[in-house]
């Protein structure tokens, strides 16, 4: 088993094999980590892509049993267990501006490693170091953040959401790129910069961990399993 803890701030990315155990678990109260997936193997070619992920589960938040779809059709990893009950995928990541104006101007010059990192450049870092750039963001995971959609369409952070020891756990179901960013959610009304440490876990996965597909879960699943027979008889033929 792999873990690390992420401190306030931080970021973290690294190739993560099919068929392995990801969980994260807050050390404070009102956690938030901005997460990004994209396929090991091509990770130009196909990456998490939320509007499929939503439309095809008739969902506005991810909690256990949920699938996080790639945009070639397929399933990147299946959330599990989960304690918290929802998290946010439509309220993105954090940027300079908005750290600077919510919570004042930092700069490492100034400030050295107390400086107030933002989510954009601190995936946009991690990006750089498989081979990305910053055309290569895409709408982010915001794992243990509550934003509801109001009547009028507004959309409304919900302050508090998850307590310390909360827990997330999602199966890979092929080989991925995770980058990780614990900084704070871009709608979170907190006066001052948040400060709760998240710790990751990386484990080999339990055969029966993940639920029983259906519809559109079930589809793409099955295109998962196409592509990896795929990928194994082509070894076979280069062999």
């Avoid at 392995?20 to 998490?48: C, I, M, W």
């Avoid at 990006?127 to 055309?135: E, M, P, Q, Y």
């Avoid at 998850?162 to 980058?179: A, K, N």
Wanted: aromatic share 8%.
């Amino acid at each position: 088993m792999y873990e690390h803890t992420l401190s306030p701030g931080a970021k973290w990315s690294e190739k993560i094999a099919a068929g392995k155990q990801v969980t994260l678990r807050a050390e404070g109260d009102g956690a938030n980590v901005s997460a990004l997936l994209y396929a090991a193997a091509h990770p130009f070619a196909e990456r998490y892509n939320m509007p499929d992920t939503l439309k095809a589960q008739h969902t506005s938040h991810l909690t256990a049993e949920h699938q996080l779809m790639s945009d070639n059709g397929r399933t990147m990893a299946v959330l599990t267990h989960d304690s918290v009950g929802w998290h946010d995928p439509i309220g993105g990541y954090s940027t300079r501006e908005a750290v600077n104006t919510h919570y004042g101007t930092t700069s490492y010059q100034d400030h050295l490693n107390d400086w107030l990192r933002c989510g954009e450049e601190n995936l946009q870092v991690e990006l750089f170091r498989h081979g990305l750039t910053a055309r290569d963001l895409v709408p982010n995971i915001n794992f243990f953040s509550k934003v509801q959609v109001q009547e009028d369409g507004k959309m409304q952070f919900v302050p508090g959401h998850s307590r310390t020891g909360d827990e997330v756990t999602f199966v890979t179901e092929m080989d991925v790129i995770l980058i990780l960013s614990n900084t704070p959610h871009p709608f979170d009304p907190a006066e001052t910069y948040p400060s709760q440490p998240v710790t990751l876990t990386v484990a080999d996965a339990p055969a029966s961990e993940k639920p029983e597909p259906l519809g559109e879960n079930k589809r793409a699943r099955e295109n998962t399993a196409a592509y990896h027979e795929l990928q194994r008889k082509n070894k076979e033929v280069l062999a």
